[in-house]
Each structure stands twice: as C-alpha cells, then as structure tokens.
C-alpha cells in the first residue's frame, strides 16, 4: 500500500529544541529531575555518537532491557539519527521466552540495568545459534561511554524513507512463536498527528508513561505523540494506586491512560476522589471496562473515556467526545483522523448498520508487516492493503464504533453467538469478583456454553450468586452454565491473559 510522503522525517525533540528548547519535554517522577527539549537533543546526540562508536549499523537491532526510565527517550531518537531500529524487551517474560526473542530479533548491542541482568544472561544461553548481541549495563558502562562522546559530532544522518523501520516491538501469544511488529517513521508521525487532532492534545498537556515501555501504550499512546507537539511527559515506575494519584496530582497530569484493571485499584486506595483540576479525563483501553467501575469514575468527578488501538496500527484509532462517550457509553467513538476503517461480516460482504463484523483497517498509521515474516504478515492482511484485526465491532447510525470483542474468543451456544468479553465485563460487575474470563467449552445439547473462569474476593461468593446476578443484565444463553473458582487467572509474560491455559485448567477442574 503507497501512502502519502512527506518532505522529510520530522524529529520532534530536534526542532522543539531549536524553536523552544527550555520547554520541558521528560519529568523523571522518581526523582523529580526536569528534562527540557535541548538536554533530551542532546543526549539524543550523544546516545546517536555513542552507538556509531560501537559500529551499530543502519538497520541494526539495538535492544534495550529496563524498566521505564530516561534513557529510553534520548536513546529511541539516537537510533531514530543512526538509522538504527530500537528492540525494547519484556522484562516479565522468562527466560526461555526471552530468549525467543532475542534469537528473533538477533540484536547487536543490548543495553540492561542491574535488575535486568540476570535475565539477560539466562535468555542469552537459550539462544540458539548466531553471534551473542554485545551486552552493556546502562548503570555502569553508559555513562562512562557517554563521557567519552560528549564532544563529538555525531556522524551525518543518513537518508531514510518514511517507511523505514524505528521500532520492533514484539507481541505475546500463546504459541510461543514471537512477532516483531516493525513500526515505520510514518506509523509514528501520523498516528502522532491524528491524535492530538482527534484528541485535542496541545503543547500545554501534560502526560504519563506508565505502560511498560515494551507496550506501544508506553510508547505510541502519549509519550511519542505529546512530544510531537512540544508537550510534557511524566515517566512512572511499576503501578502502585496512591503513588499513581499523587504523580497525577504533583505534576498537573492532563490526560493519562490506564486498563480497567487500574482503575479498580485506585478506586480502592485512600487517594481514590481527590481534586484534580488539571485532569481532562481518564482514557481506557486493553479490554472491556466493567459497568461499575466507569460509574464511579464518573461519580468521583473525573472524565472517561474508552478507546481501542493495537501494535500494527495506530495505536489511537477512535477519537471521541465526553457527551458521546457517555451517552452511549462502551462505545469507542468515530475513526481517528487518515483512519479507514470497514466491519467485515462472516460471508464476506460489509457488516450493515449495528450488525456485528470484523473490524478492518488502513491508513498510514499502519505497521510495516512482520519482522522477516511475510506469511504471517499476508495472514492479517487483505489484497487491497486492509488489516484484519481479528477484533469484532459494530457501527451504529451516527458512525458511532462498539468494539465486541475478539473473533477467535466467539462461541455459538445453540445458534446463538456469544462474545465473552461482553459476559465478562457483567461478571466483573458482580460484588466479590476480582477477576473473570469466559470461554466457550463443547456441549453436548448447545454445541458450546461458556464457562467463567473467576478470582473472587472471599469462598462467601459462590456459583449461584455469580450466575444469579449475571442472569439479571444477560440473556440466559450468555449466562455461564459453569463457574471455576481459582486463585489467578493463567497469564502471558507479557500479562495478557493466556486462554489456551486458561482452557486446560477448565478441562483439569
């Protein structure tokens, strides 16, 4: 698919240093420091320096094992002037899974903190073959590195093309079988420009980077686009509730994001209603939030809204407006601004208005395809250049988008369908219940029923109170014919829910 060109590849933390370089672009919130727009160019610069010294190539893999921390951002805009594509790795995954990853990518250099390492060098014997990535600590030897380039002039940019790869960033399954999602220049800069339309963010907003930075949420939601315009983010550690409101507070966050999951912690922590005038709304996404849980947002005073986005595209792709997002709420809104987008029914013909399809999508905010797999790449892509997302939405009158759930997690119960991220949003809701999934299991007289997989709160919440509420908001064929209690629910390195373990411990139970 051709899509538009631009004159040349915009650096945003280059030209806002030049136009406003005092502005502040990175606020460390564990250690209060400041970074304004010329000190992150310039360690850019120096990161850039750095890297060519090593003899890191264009095209080479550089590969990044940390925590959300500074030098991520100076380091990304280093590779971005090198020509180099940026690896950031899953510091939850094992080490056999790592090293999946790593055999994949085939990094030259990785950079890791003291944390970290003992994972690295695990991961790093379970390669299979190839020559090991060269290894540097980024406590230790990075600075020292960095000292020795402060003076040099970093070597010319090369000529580069806007679907030239910046980023890998991998996605889990439960296959085991990696995916490198190559993300291009023009993925990065119009998705950055179609959000802050859709979205209204400007210069003056403020916002965090929460998500692990091996997530695009970490990178693609806020921390890419906000820079583009000149904006400020705050970097965070791991997810604590309080800490997390306070930092909100602190630093005059406008707008952050979180998963469902977020939100119920904070509503339970002691910060939970607290005055925050700066912050426009909440923004959430990564699964289906429950009933309850928008209300009391909603009831402590805050905005919400809900969104949907993926690695290979966007990864904003609706844009809404509070009105909308609560007058039909679980909605996700209209399509983000250069985003097409079309609902595919089972047969093949376009899904019509409020039926329920495959949602597809194409624009220049769009992945590349598949590190050095092009059959998995045509697998999700059709002949005329539209990606499947094997996500499953409606589209109502107005053009108002309902996301459904996934295709592959649909099950038919007596001709019936059922999406089980609806039945699980209502389970959620269910006083006791932590955490649930449902997946469709055989059956005899239905040829699938769902079976809810739950973490509850205490053994007083049993399989009649749970049905019996769900049978108050449900159809009774959508109702779960089996509950399993368990103490947590089977989960990916990366922390997605893992439903193929999911159904060998229904089937053991």
Same mark, same amino acid.
């Given at each position: 698919?051709?899509?538009?060109?631009?004159?040349?590849?915009?650096?945003?933390?280059?030209?806002?240093?030049?136009?406003?370089?005092?502005?502040?672009?990175?606020?460390?919130?564990?250690?209060?420091?400041?970074?304004?727009?010329? $000190?992150?160019?310039?360690? /850019?610069?120096?990161?850039?320096?750095?890297?060519?010294?090593?003899?890191?190539?264009?095209?080479?893999?550089?590969?990044? +094992?940390?925590?959300?921390? =500074?030098?991520?951002?100076?380091?990304?805009?280093?590779? #971005?002037?090198?020509? /180099? #594509? %940026?690896?950031? +790795?899953?510091?939850? %995954?094992?080490?056999?899974?790592?090293?999946?990853?790593?055999?994949?990518?085939?990094?030259?250099?990785?950079?890791?903190?003291?944390?970290?390492?003992?994972?690295? $060098?695990?991961?790093?014997?379970?390669?299979?073959?190839?020559?090991?990535?060269?290894?540097?600590?980024?406590?230790?030897?990075?600075?020292?590195?960095?000292?020795?380039? !402060?003076?040099?002039? /970093?070597?010319?940019?090369?000529?580069?093309?806007?679907?030239?790869?910046?980023?890998?960033? =991998?996605?889990?399954?439960?296959?085991?079988?990696?995916?490198?999602?190559? %993300?291009?220049?023009?993925?990065?800069?119009?998705?950055?420009?179609?959000?802050?339309?859709?979205?209204?963010?400007?210069?003056?907003?403020?916002?965090? !980077?929460?998500?692990?930075?091996?997530?695009?949420?970490?990178?693609?939601?806020?921390?890419?686009? +906000?820079?583009?315009?000149?904006?400020?983010?705050?970097?965070?550690?791991?997810?604590?509730?309080?800490? =997390?409101?306070?930092?909100?507070?602190?630093?005059?966050?406008?707008?952050?994001?979180?998963?469902?999951?977020?939100?119920?912690?904070?509503?339970?922590?002691?910060?939970?209603?607290?005055?925050?005038?700066? %912050?426009?709304?909440?923004?959430?996404?990564?699964?289906?939030?429950?009933?309850?849980?928008?209300?009391?947002?909603?009831?402590?005073?805050?905005?919400?809204?809900?969104? =949907?986005?993926?690695?290979?595209?966007?990864?904003?792709?609706?844009?809404?407006?509070?009105?909308?997002?609560?007058?039909?709420?679980?909605?996700?809104?209209?399509?983000?601004?250069?985003?097409?987008?079309?609902?595919? /029914?089972?047969?093949?013909?376009?899904?019509?208005?409020?039926?329920?399809?495959?949602?597809?999508?194409?624009?220049?905010?769009?992945?590349?395809?598949?590190?050095?797999?092009?059959?998995?790449?045509?697998?999700?892509?059709?002949?005329?250049?539209?990606?499947?997302?094997?996500?499953?939405?409606?589209?109502?009158?107005?053009?108002?988008?309902?996301?459904?759930?996934?295709?592959?997690?649909?099950?038919?119960?007596?001709?019936?369908?059922?999406?089980?991220?609806?039945?699980?949003?209502?389970?959620?809701?269910?006083?006791?219940?932590?955490?649930?999934?449902?997946?469709?299991?055989?059956?005899?007289?239905?040829?699938?029923?769902?079976?809810?997989?739950?973490?509850?709160?205490?053994?007083?919440?049993?399989?009649?109170?749970?049905?019996?509420?769900?049978?108050?908001?449900?159809?009774?064929?959508?109702?779960?014919?089996?509950?399993?209690?368990?103490?947590?629910?089977?989960?990916?390195?990366?922390?997605?829910?893992?439903?193929?373990?999911?159904?060998?411990?229904?089937?053991?139970?």
């Amino acid at each position: 698919m051709t899509y538009p060109q631009l004159p040349d590849l915009f650096d945003p933390v280059a030209w806002w240093s030049t136009v406003d370089g005092t502005r502040t672009a990175i606020i460390d919130s564990a250690t209060a420091r400041r970074y304004s727009y010329r $000190e992150v160019d310039r360690d /850019a610069d120096r990161w850039h320096a750095l890297l060519a010294r090593q003899r890191v190539q264009v095209g080479d893999r550089v590969g990044i +094992l940390a925590q959300n921390r =500074y030098d991520f951002i100076p380091m990304f805009f280093g590779c #971005i002037r090198l020509g /180099a #594509i %940026l690896v950031p +790795l899953n510091w939850r %995954l094992s080490g056999v899974e790592l090293a999946r990853v790593l055999g994949d990518a085939e990094p030259d250099v990785v950079f890791c903190e003291d944390a970290s390492r003992a994972l690295l $060098e695990e991961s790093l014997a379970h390669v299979d073959g190839g020559a090991a990535p060269r290894v540097f600590d980024l406590d230790h030897d990075v600075p020292t590195m960095q000292r020795a380039v !402060a003076d040099e002039v /970093a070597p010319r940019c090369p000529d580069r093309s806007q679907d030239d790869t910046t980023m890998l960033l =991998y996605t889990s399954g439960s296959t085991g079988v990696p995916k490198g999602v190559m %993300l291009p220049h023009r993925q990065l800069l119009w998705n950055a420009m179609a959000t802050t339309i859709g979205w209204r963010l400007g210069a003056d907003d403020i916002g965090p !980077a929460a998500t692990p930075f091996f997530h695009t949420g970490g990178w693609h939601v806020f921390t890419t686009t +906000l820079l583009s315009r000149g904006g400020a983010i705050v970097l965070m550690g791991a997810f604590e509730p309080a800490a =997390y409101l306070d930092v909100l507070d602190r630093y005059g966050v406008t707008v952050t994001f979180g998963v469902p999951t977020q939100f119920a912690m904070m509503r339970d922590c002691a910060g939970w209603g607290r005055s925050l005038p700066k %912050l426009r709304w909440f923004f959430s996404g990564g699964a289906p939030c429950p009933q309850g849980t928008k209300d009391l947002v909603r009831a402590a005073g805050y905005g919400f809204r809900e969104g =949907y986005g993926l690695t290979e595209c966007g990864p904003n792709c609706f844009a809404t407006n509070e009105q909308t997002a609560f007058e039909k709420d679980g909605s996700t809104g209209w399509p983000i601004p250069f985003l097409q987008m079309r609902l595919r /029914a089972d047969d093949g013909s376009l899904a019509g208005t409020d039926d329920i399809g495959e949602l597809e999508l194409r624009g220049p905010q769009m992945f590349s395809g598949y590190f050095r797999s092009p059959d998995k790449t045509a697998d999700v892509m059709t002949a005329d250049g539209w990606l499947r997302t094997g996500d499953l939405a409606s589209r109502d009158a107005e053009g108002v988008h309902r996301i459904r759930g996934r295709r592959k997690e649909m099950f038919i119960s007596g001709g019936e369908n059922v999406f089980p991220g609806e039945v699980e949003a209502v389970l959620l809701d269910c006083p006791g219940v932590i955490e649930a999934i449902v997946i469709g299991v055989p059956d005899v007289r239905w040829g699938e029923v769902g079976c809810a997989l739950i973490v509850r709160r205490d053994a007083a919440l049993d399989e009649g109170k749970v049905t019996s509420e769900a049978r108050l908001r449900l159809a009774g064929y959508k109702v779960p014919k089996r509950v399993v209690f368990v103490d947590a629910i089977p989960r990916l390195g990366s922390g997605k829910i893992d439903r193929r373990a999911a159904a060998m411990l229904i089937a053991e139970c």
